[in-house]
């Protein structure tokens, strides 16, 4: 950061505010401070009967990899509006929030997941214009290798770990890197 948006000094600097405990950009001249706070990622798991819905990306990071439909929260929507938005919008996909699913803080990335499971509303989907495809999977066809991003793979070994009883959790953690891996350490699950 170099210039301040509320008197244009370019006195910023990295420091503690006073009261605060934490380096933030601050203004030499007025004294704004300047919050950075984590991105959060809302999503769903959409479900047709044995099968859920994976789109293949068309845009980076992670082109031409199989996710979920997600993306960020927007300004002014809940987090249930930003996870049907963005099915919506990455897979023309019309569903039924049945509810929250993971939560995943991935503190090295500044970025917080939470994944709703869904039930489509009918077949009517198609690639929207940050995918490439959309395909329904059931377990078995799932391309593990080629999923995006390691909150998806730990989403969908949750849910189908779960799917055999029928009993759904809510599942809290954090991706953390450990010998060049990013691994799910739960937090709490009920």
Wanted: hydrophobic share 35%; with cysteine; charged share 25%.
């Amino acid at each position: 950061m170099k210039f301040c948006s509320q008197c244009g000094s370019n006195t910023i600097t990295w420091s503690v505010p006073s009261g605060d405990n934490r380096p933030r950009h601050v203004c030499g001249d007025c004294n704004e401070i300047y919050y950075q706070n984590p991105k959060i990622v809302v999503g769903c798991i959409p479900e047709w009967e044995d099968q859920v819905l994976l789109c293949r990306r068309a845009i980076e990071p992670r082109h031409g990899f199989w996710t979920l439909p997600a993306g960020f929260m927007e300004n002014e929507e809940t987090t249930q509006e930003a996870a049907e938005r963005e099915t919506l919008e990455e897979a023309n996909a019309r569903v039924e929030l049945l509810g929250l699913y993971t939560v995943m803080n991935i503190p090295h990335t500044n970025q917080v997941y939470m994944m709703f499971r869904s039930r489509l509303l009918d077949l009517d989907f198609s690639p929207g214009s940050e995918s490439l495809e959309c395909k329904l999977f059931r377990e078995e066809e799932i391309p593990w290798r080629e999923l995006a991003f390691p909150t998806i793979v730990h989403t969908l070994k949750l849910y189908f770990q779960e799917r055999t009883a029928a009993r759904y959790g809510m599942h809290l953690g954090d991706i953390v890197r450990e010998d060049h891996r990013a691994v799910f350490l739960p937090r709490r699950s009920r």
